[in-house]
């Protein structure tokens, strides 16, 4: 069974840095695309930033130049270096995967879109 385990969150102050941190575990044979996703109370969820298997990332403009999204292909995982943070950075950050997998149930080939459970990242003095 394919699971993404975020860690890494926590109350921080303005100006602060936080690293967020993912593990995708199960019986994985490949990841495309990780990424990490946030939302904040009363609005929807939003794309903060993803990485490819190549390592090409994308960015939303509200964390360009503060973020950083790098991972580990061999340990599928994906962390989020967070710099300058600010009040409006408040939200629970999701991890997201796009991956291929076995199933535990045959050994068939299999892919699918998963999501972590969220770890909670609050900015406030």
């Known amino acids: 069974q394919v699971q993404l385990v975020e860690s890494g969150g926590g109350l921080v102050q303005p100006g602060g840095s936080l690293r967020l941190s993912c593990a995708a575990s199960g019986s994985i044979f490949s990841i495309n695309v990780m990424g990490w996703y946030r939302q904040a109370p009363g609005k929807e969820r939003e794309l903060v930033a993803t990485?490819?298997?190549?390592?090409?990332?994308n960015y939303a403009d509200s964390v360009k130049g503060r973020f950083t999204i790098s991972r580990d292909n061999a340990k599928n995982t994906v962390n989020l270096q967070m710099n300058s943070l600010k009040p409006e950075d408040t939200a629970v950050y999701y991890c997201n995967a796009d991956l291929n997998y076995y199933s535990d149930y045959d050994g068939s080939p299999g892919s699918g879109n998963y999501w972590g459970q969220g770890t909670q990242v609050t900015v406030s003095s």
């Open positions: 990485i490819t298997s190549g390592g090409k990332t």
